[in-house]
């Protein structure tokens, strides 16, 4: 007996009616995207390993997949190295491509690649799937789609305020209730100065970037486990439960920075984007959190995340500002800043609240019933002058019975059924079902176009 067909854990198959409101969710993106100036691009899937390694950190670079070289992967490697098992030497030598792990790091290697050819400041977005080797749980894929928007070569703050003000469109419009959480990297430098840490910057944002996930008590373990000393881990906690407004979160980490010269510019930077969002207005939630590290090791400023409130998901959105990142493809000095929305994760929220318009379910408005040679060659005029002016529909391919035919319509959830039978075609009109409400009405080609317009 064959073995029944399946997909890798981590992965999914999208049916039609899934792809029509995967793709209400892109192009709802896309067209925010549009609206403040960003023009798309496109990478391969794969990348050479030399530009994804080492960008994520230790963590990240697990959880890239590798592909192995075409042909004999093992030249070049000796019976010795095998038995030896030396993972990350093997790796490089029957592995140089790997699937791209986000959207950022391909960006940064466009940039330099092309730097000849973009007008700076260069605002690009990309909606594209990526690849992790994680551990598959709700929320959480081993292949997904980010939708990116980047501003390369601009070190202002309005880039970050435009960019909170786009996620607080794009959720308006999905009728997603969201939180907009918002930290600087410089004040997690300056409270690792301020707590005598600054050279376990790494390891302090590592570990309290999971304090979501494991709680508090977790992250302290995880600190010790660094070597941080209970000293610094008790004068980091208040810091880690800070409670308030954002004007008030902003005046205690004033206070508590003063002498420390890097966080106190993060505070400063801070202040400006939440200034700056407030005096455009927005409907979502916009909260300082300081725990908010994001544990991608480019990140230098601005760190954005973004929570469900009404489901129990993981972040749905995140970005910030990576001042260095391009430096390490030979660009120092070209700042950048952006954002990803997580359309799975997205996808899922917008399923478990039944957040979609009712149009998004089927692309098809009218089906022409199959009468017979005749009136299928009538049907499929009238169906070409539909489509002419924008509407979709289809011709039933075979003359089938009436109620298989019907119950195609009603299994496609297809709003409107054009019987064309001899008779119509005399008098020169289309009997029109209603599928909801089983009216039916006479129409001609133009009056069909009209009400299906309306």
Same mark, same amino acid.
Request: charged residues 30%.
């Given at each position: 007996?064959?073995?029944? #067909?399946?997909?890798?854990?981590?992965?999914?198959?999208?049916? #039609?009616?899934?792809?029509?409101?995967?793709n209400y969710i892109f192009d709802t993106i896309k067209r925010v995207f549009r609206l403040y100036g960003f023009q798309q691009i496109e990478t391969p899937?794969?990348?050479? @390993?030399?530009?994804?390694?080492?960008?994520?950190?230790?963590?990240?670079?697990?959880?890239? /997949?590798?592909? =192995?070289?075409?042909?004999?992967?093992?030249?070049?490697?000796?019976?010795?190295?095998?038995?030896?098992?030396?993972? *990350?030497?093997?790796?490089?030598?029957? !592995?140089?491509?790997?699937?791209?792990? $986000?959207?950022?790091? #391909? /960006?940064?290697?466009?940039?330099?690649?092309?730097?000849?050819? =973009?007008?700076?400041?260069?605002?690009?977005?990309? &909606?594209?799937?990526?690849?992790?080797?994680?551990?598959?749980?709700?929320?959480?894929?081993?292949? /997904?789609?980010? !939708?990116?928007?980047?501003?390369?070569?601009?070190?202002?703050?309005?880039?970050? &305020?435009?960019?909170?003000?786009?996620?607080?469109?794009?959720?308006?419009?999905?009728?997603?209730?969201?939180?907009?959480?918002?930290?600087?990297?410089?004040?997690?430098?300056?409270?690792?100065?301020? &707590?005598?840490?600054?050279?376990?910057?790494?390891?302090?944002?590592?570990?309290?970037?999971?304090?979501?996930?494991?709680?508090?008590?977790?992250?302290?373990? %995880?600190?010790?486990?660094? $070597?941080?000393? %209970? %000293?610094?881990?008790?004068?980091?906690?208040?810091?880690?439960?800070?409670?308030?407004?954002? %004007?008030?979160?902003?005046?205690?980490?004033?206070?508590?920075?003063?002498?420390?010269?890097?966080?106190?510019?993060?505070?400063?930077?801070?202040?400006?984007?939440?200034?700056?969002?407030?005096?455009?207005?927005?409907? !979502?939630?916009?909260?300082?959190?300081?725990?908010?590290?994001?544990?991608?090791?480019?990140?230098?400023?601005?760190?954005?995340? *973004?929570?469900?409130?009404?489901?129990?998901?993981?972040?749905?959105?995140?970005?910030?500002?990576?001042?260095?990142?391009t430096g390490v493809f030979g660009m120092p000095g070209l700042s950048g800043v952006g954002i990803s929305f997580g359309a799975d994760r997205i996808y899922?929220?917008?399923?478990?609240?039944?957040?979609? #318009?009712?149009?998004?379910?089927?692309?098809?408005?009218?089906?022409?019933?199959? /009468?017979?040679?005749?009136?299928?060659?009538?049907?499929?005029?009238?169906?070409?002058?539909?489509?002419?002016?924008?509407?979709? !529909?289809?011709?039933?391919? $075979?003359?089938?019975?009436?109620?298989?035919?019907?119950?195609?319509?009603?299994?496609?959830?297809?709003?409107? *059924?054009?019987?064309?039978?001899?008779?119509?075609?005399?008098?020169?009109?289309?009997?029109?079902? $209603?599928?909801?409400?089983?009216?039916?009405?006479?129409?001609?080609? @133009?009056? @069909?176009?009209?009400?299906?317009?309306?």
């Amino acid at each position: 007996m064959a073995q029944k #067909p399946s997909i890798p854990k981590g992965t999914r198959d999208f049916s #039609p009616v899934e792809m029509s409101r995967r793709n209400y969710i892109f192009d709802t993106i896309k067209r925010v995207f549009r609206l403040y100036g960003f023009q798309q691009i496109e990478t391969p899937a794969m990348e050479n @390993l030399s530009t994804l390694m080492g960008k994520y950190g230790d963590e990240g670079d697990k959880l890239l /997949f590798k592909i =192995l070289n075409s042909g004999d992967f093992l030249k070049g490697v000796e019976d010795g190295e095998i038995a030896e098992r030396n993972l *990350v030497k093997l790796t490089n030598k029957m !592995c140089e491509k790997g699937l791209r792990y $986000d959207l950022t790091v #391909p /960006f940064a290697r466009f940039v330099v690649q092309y730097r000849g050819q =973009l007008q700076m400041p260069f605002k690009r977005y990309q &909606i594209q799937p990526v690849w992790r080797a994680d551990r598959p749980q709700k929320g959480r894929y081993r292949e /997904f789609y980010q !939708c990116d928007a980047d501003v390369v070569g601009s070190d202002s703050l309005w880039n970050e &305020i435009e960019l909170l003000s786009m996620i607080d469109m794009v959720f308006s419009e999905l009728k997603v209730r969201v939180a907009i959480k918002i930290n600087n990297r410089k004040i997690l430098s300056g409270i690792a100065e301020m &707590i005598g840490a600054a050279d376990k910057i790494v390891d302090i944002t590592v570990a309290i970037d999971k304090i979501d996930k494991i709680g508090i008590e977790n992250v302290n373990e %995880e600190l010790r486990s660094k $070597d941080i000393s %209970e %000293e610094a881990i008790e004068k980091l906690r208040p810091l880690l439960e800070m409670k308030g407004s954002n %004007e008030e979160k902003l005046e205690v980490l004033t206070n508590l920075l003063a002498g420390s010269e890097i966080g106190l510019k993060g505070v400063d930077e801070l202040r400006e984007v939440v200034d700056g969002i407030n005096n455009l207005g927005h409907k !979502c939630e916009v909260e300082i959190d300081v725990s908010l590290a994001r544990g991608l090791n480019y990140y230098t400023g601005t760190i954005i995340e *973004v929570k469900a409130l009404d489901v129990e998901i993981g972040s749905i959105t995140g970005g910030g500002r990576y001042d260095n990142l391009t430096g390490v493809f030979g660009m120092p000095g070209l700042s950048g800043v952006g954002i990803s929305f997580g359309a799975d994760r997205i996808y899922d929220v917008l399923n478990q609240l039944n957040l979609y #318009p009712e149009s998004v379910s089927g692309s098809v408005k009218v089906l022409f019933v199959n /009468f017979g040679e005749k009136e299928a060659r009538a049907a499929a005029v009238i169906a070409k002058d539909l489509r002419a002016a924008g509407i979709s !529909c289809e011709l039933y391919p $075979d003359n089938a019975k009436m109620k298989k035919q019907m119950g195609y319509a009603d299994a496609l959830a297809i709003p409107f *059924v054009a019987l064309l039978g001899e008779s119509e075609i005399e008098e020169g009109v289309i009997n029109v079902k $209603d599928m909801h409400t089983g009216e039916q009405v006479k129409l001609t080609t @133009l009056e @069909l176009i009209d009400k299906l317009k309306s």
